[in-house]
């Protein structure tokens, strides 16, 4: 009887243990989503916003593989550590290493191999892959330092290549450099140009083994001795066959030099895989459990979780340890106590929706990224458009890190210095380049002037009210007006007659002839950036009412809207821009000037549309396969818009601290906030059942259309109750 006791306790513990592992919530998280299609993510190994992007890469060029690997390829080229996740411009992919099974010495022979996508896995910080030659790869990663696994097949010469020359798409050595200190160690630098037109990175390789030679070439051609220098130098590592046919490499990077990247070595102790695998699934499992869904969808569970590991990839760090970096300009900062310094800032795109979520469930870590584009503000003057590897790439239009800085600020963020920030805002507001100062001199953005007119005058008018609201929050009263005057510059390019937005030229008149459905890719040539009237008509975030009433009013307003999601999604022109996409009617929610337009129906007086638009965008645009999203990822903001809108909510004003309803997906969601949790349930809720009922906040009933941030806070439950018809 004893014996059988026993053997039930071990047994409920063993079911116990398996049921845990089963319902760990990187389970869910599938890194090849976004690989396929025009997604443009990564599958390998990362920790949340780590330096280190240990992922294969193809070796092609093109759009399709901006992040170093597409699915629908079938060779690798090499294993490097950096990446952008879901861009539409290819740049990094630096300190690339590839697993051979000979020494290359035929510069014909790029060393690249075939593999199978059913002798792949991939999951929160790792990747394994057997290749068709029999090496089998596993990566894991720490924040500055990658882990490679390499076993080789029986009777193989082990040969690592260290390819400091590969290059992807934009990217260009400058400058690569590898010394040999002893026989596991090198080090040296990666010097390169691209979309970011000055990078270094420096880097520390350490083997579990030692290497018997080390083969360089500098530009193709042999090298004698321990070191080379070139813009394209490749170090060969040969092991001995008789004893090894399993090598681990530890490689560590560093903005700063050889002897940072040599400490960051040490964030990985001894040589157990799997110690450092399950440390960055702990990471992971952390990052996750901020949210959790309640559903019986497991695609829905999976797309989520799915989404909620790609807002933790980018920005991504890139100072050292101890907050020390080296800018593009060459200089060394350090960042404050506590605080890193971080780069890869879409601001574009994730101003919209990524950036309002950190303020809910990265507030541990928020005050560094804000700070960062502060950081940028005091080495450059102006606050980062698209800031990689400190760079400016200036991609993209308006001065984005705007409305983020402001709110941050107007959430209370702690450790923003205020006045730094405001100060920052003015500077990039005041600015004479990308068409700021016609758009100062005439009120817009003259279209004879400067390019995307709409498109920019769009945008700053979004971007000076937030401004505004800066200013009115610190007594600036004569800023505030003047800002509020210029968000309302929107005004100046909507036609009432036809109810679009158009350009227009410097003298006033419009820019004939005029085509909503018109789509030219060159931003010089262009009037609208990525997009087309129909498109941007919509972009007033700041003043939805102002608009409602330019178009007539509300009913008229709702009509308009109903016409964007119901005529053709055929656009004319000869440069169509390749990421209009995820088409419904003329709604292209692969691309973010869309994302906000389902929930402005909540505003005409209409809230069961939103219900209706969003719940089917997330059912038929979101999917758990590599192609799974409509676009770009774009460094998490395509996976924002799926989180929020999941959970019946979402940012339309982004600076704004209120979250618009749309339609739960979910039959209930729970946000750990830093001062409890926040949860929404969705009762009586299907496939069907896409309409709100009825509302309770805390279970009083509730009659606004959305929640505020302090709402989420203060922590609470949020009811809906769901029907199959709309509540009228």
């Not at 001795?225 to 490499?249: D, I, P, R, S, W």
Request: glycine share 8%; aromatic share 12%; hydrophobic share 35%.
């Amino acid at each position: 009887m004893k014996q059988k006791i026993i053997l039930s306790l071990i047994f409920i513990s063993l079911f116990k243990i398996n049921t845990q592992a089963q319902h760990k919530l990187i389970s869910y998280v599938d890194p090849f989503i976004g690989t396929g299609g025009h997604g443009h993510t990564f599958p390998g190994a990362t920790v949340p916003f780590g330096m280190i992007q240990l992922s294969p890469d193809n070796g092609h060029g093109g759009w399709d593989w901006c992040g170093g690997y597409y699915y629908g390829d079938s060779v690798i080229a090499g294993f490097s550590h950096m990446h952008l996740s879901g861009t539409g411009i290819g740049d990094w992919c630096d300190i690339s290493v590839m697993p051979e099974n000979k020494l290359i010495t035929d510069t014909a022979d790029h060393g690249r191999t075939t593999f199978s996508h059913a002798n792949e896995q991939a999951s929160p910080g790792y990747y394994r892959v057997k290749m068709d030659n029999g090496i089998e790869a596993k990566l894991s990663a720490t924040e500055h330092c990658g882990f490679h696994d390499y076993a080789y097949p029986t009777g193989v010469s082990p040969v690592i290549k260290l390819d400091l020359g590969y290059h992807q798409n934009w990217d260009k050595p400058t400058g690569t450099y590898i010394k040999r200190l002893n026989d596991s160690t090198l080090i040296g630098y990666r010097y390169s140009t691209g979309w970011a037109q000055v990078q270094r990175v420096y880097f520390a390789l350490r083997s579990s083994k030692p290497f018997n030679k080390l083969y360089l070439t500098a530009n193709g051609l042999p090298m004698l001795g321990n070191e080379a220098k070139a813009e394209g130098v490749v170090g060969q590592l040969v092991f001995n066959t008789e004893k090894y046919n399993h090598v681990k490499l530890k490689i560590a990077l560093s903005t700063v030099n050889e002897d940072k990247a040599l400490i960051a070595l040490n964030e990985i102790k001894g040589w157990d895989f799997n110690t450092v695998k399950v440390n960055a699934e702990n990471k992971w499992e952390h990052e996750l459990s901020k949210m959790q869904i309640k559903t019986n969808n497991i695609h829905l569970k999976r797309v989520f979780y799915t989404g909620l590991y790609h807002t933790c990839i980018a920005p991504s760090l890139y100072s050292d340890a101890d907050g020390t970096y080296q800018n593009a300009k060459g200089e060394i900062h350090q960042m404050p106590a506590g605080q890193q310094r971080y780069t890869a800032y879409s601001l574009w795109d994730t101003f919209r929706a990524l950036d309002p979520l950190y303020t809910v469930i990265q507030t541990e870590r928020y005050t560094g990224i804000v700070n960062s584009m502060l950081a940028f503000y005091k080495e450059n003057g102006l606050l980062p458009v698209w800031d990689l590897s400190t760079n400016e790439t200036n991609c993209m239009t308006g001065y984005h890190a705007v409305p983020v800085l402001a709110d941050a600020v107007l959430k209370g963020i702690k450790g923003v210095d205020i006045n730094l920030a405001y100060q920052a805002m003015k500077a990039s507001a005041m600015e004479n380049i990308r068409g700021c100062n016609y758009y100062r001199q005439y009120g817009y953005v003259p279209q004879d002037k400067y390019g995307a007119s709409v498109t920019n005058t769009l945008e700053y008018a979004y971007d000076d009210w937030c401004i505004a609201q800066v200013a009115k929050k610190i007594g600036s009263k004569n800023d505030y007006k003047y800002f509020m005057k210029r968000s309302a510059s929107w005004k100046e390019v909507f036609d009432p007659s036809i109810g679009f937005m158009r350009a227009k030229n410097s003298n006033g008149t419009w820019v004939t002839p005029f085509d909503p459905f018109y789509s030219e890719h060159d931003p010089d040539k262009a009037m609208f950036m990525e997009g087309d009237a129909w498109q941007y008509s919509f972009f007033v975030p700041q003043d939805v009412d102002g608009l409602i009433a330019h178009y007539g009013g509300k009913q008229r307003f709702v009509r308009r809207l109903d016409s964007l999601f119901s005529v053709t999604s055929v656009m004319h022109g000869e440069d169509q821009s390749p990421d209009i996409s995820g088409m419904i009617g003329q709604y292209a929610h692969g691309n973010e000037p869309s994302h906000h337009v389902a929930y402005l129906y909540d505003y005409a007086g209409t809230p069961w549309k939103t219900q209706s638009r969003v719940r089917m965008i997330i059912d038929s645009l979101y999917h758990d396969q590599p192609d799974g999203y409509a676009g770009n990822e774009d460094c998490g903001q395509m996976s924002a818009w799926a989180i929020w809108s999941i959970a019946g909510l979402y940012p339309v004003n982004p600076a704004s601290g209120r979250y618009m309803f749309g339609s739960p997906a979910a039959d209930e969601i729970t946000i750990r906030t830093a001062n409890g949790k926040f949860t929404v349930k969705a009762k009586n809720n299907s496939a069907e059942n896409v309409y709100i009922q009825a509302v309770t906040l805390n279970g009083k009933p509730y009659t606004k259309d959305y929640v505020t941030h302090i709402d989420l806070l203060n922590g609470g439950v949020l009811e809906f109750m769901m029907g199959p018809k709309p509540k009228l």
